[in-house]
């Protein structure tokens, strides 16, 4: 998965963002709509599409999705 579908495939677990608002420096954790459940739908996004398992603390370690995706990629 490249870093393109990776920020549509994140983008794709929220609900009220705008897609438009995704791009791979989007700091995440500061979007309104970020919680727990969206945390672990990404979790399972990821396990889903890219077969890597990560963690809640991967998610706390990483500040924007390129940041996650290098994580996931590093798996």
Do not use: H
Request: charged fraction near 30%.
């Amino acid at each position: 998965m490249t870093l393109d579908e990776f920020v549509k495939a994140f983008a794709a677990e929220f609900d009220d963002t705008p897609a438009e608002q995704f791009t791979p420096a989007t700091n995440f954790r500061e979007l309104e709509e970020w919680g727990s459940l969206v945390a672990l739908a990404i979790i399972s996004m990821v396990d889903d599409e890219m077969d890597v398992q990560i963690t809640g603390a991967d998610l706390r370690n990483s500040k924007t999705i390129e940041d996650l995706y290098n994580v996931v990629c590093a798996k």
